[in-house]
């Protein structure tokens, strides 16, 4: 950030008076421009005794299977942001959601949540960032191609709740490298 | 927004290439400038059979009761910024925090979590955006007198789940006017 938004001076980064941080502020029109973590959601489609992953057709992790799933926009709750991302990325239509997991990764200043959904019907393909889409038993994850770790812990949550028929909330963290699980574009997944 | 904030043209507002919604977009230097619902996490720190309370020093909803809460930081974990937050707003610690209720609020573009805690001792006052903290009962909660409903449906939820001493995660959305929930400044709570 080099120039304020709203009236297009020069801005600087340094502690606003009554704050504790640093951030871009402007001294022209005395502007805070704060800028907060973002949240991707996404979910987990499930069909009888298979999940329902795409293969991304976009950085990073191109040609990587993932879970379906966005930056959350404007104006929607996290649910409608999971949805609209499963119409997106797998034209797949979903039922009966509910909050899974949610994962903090504060390396890159996101809040990460999946809802475990039943799949409507088989009527799924690859949307614009997705090279196929396809279902998946417990035996057949391709675990060593899965796009990011937030996947593979939802995938492996998922299988060892249901041995119990249970699918408790499940809130962690994940600290890693940029590199092994960056999403993207800033805002738009 | 007016300007680019990387290179100082004026933006302009319309659906960019391959997107499918309007933007901030610089045709300029060709950055598209994402906003994003913010992230915003306290706790419910609990002491024996009373919950702590904070009431507002600030706007909006100033001189009212509310949980410790505000806007998470880049670099934090959800779980961190809701310590801060009640290290800041109450001056208090707190351990055994455990996820307990996440609101969407889109009306305003907001994602609202509450850990449930354990406050570790008596030694709380109040922070600088704070009039004064105290412990209630549950006879005791001023209801009338909350800043927000989250704070309301959270305390709602917990007295409940308190009877059955099982407190599952509660993920639900609030839709209401501006008025009555907004959460104050941009980005900082």
């Given amino acids: 950030m080099n120039f304020c938004s709203s009236c ?3 801005v600087v980064y340094r502690v606003p008076q009554g704050d504790n941080r640093e951030r871009y502020l402007c001294e022209h029109c005395d502007t805070v421009h704060y800028q907060n973590p973002r949240v991707v959601t996404g979910c987990l489609p499930v069909w009888q ?3 329902l992953l795409c293969r991304r057709a976009i950085n990073p992790r191109s040609g990587y299977w993932t879970l379906p799933a966005g930056f959350l926009e404007n104006g929607e709750t996290a649910l409608e942001g999971a949805l609209r991302e499963t ?8 039922s009966d959601a509910n909050l899974y997991t949610l994962f903090s990764l504060p390396h890159i200043s996101q809040i990460y ?3 475990r959904a039943r799949l409507a ?3 799924f393909q690859a949307g614009e960032e997705t090279l196929e889409v396809a279902l998946f038993s417990e035996a057949d994850i391709p675990w060593n191609e899965l796009a990011f770790p937030v996947v593979t812990e939802t995938l492996q949550h998922y299988f060892e709740d ?3 028929g249970d699918f408790p909330v499940r809130s962690k963290e994940i600290r890693r490298s940029l590199l092994q699980s960056q999403h993207g574009r800033a805002g738009k997944g």
Same sequence: chains 1, 2.
């Avoid at 119409?87 to 979903?94: D, M, S, T, Y």
């Fill in 87 to 94: 119409r997106e990325e797998a034209c797949a239509r979903v």
């Fill in 121 to 123: 019907d088989m009527s």
């Fill in 113 to 115: 949540m999946f809802y």
């Fill in 8 to 10: 297009g001076e020069k």
């Fill in 49 to 51: 005794d298979e999940v």
């Fill in 162 to 164: 249901r041995v119990h």
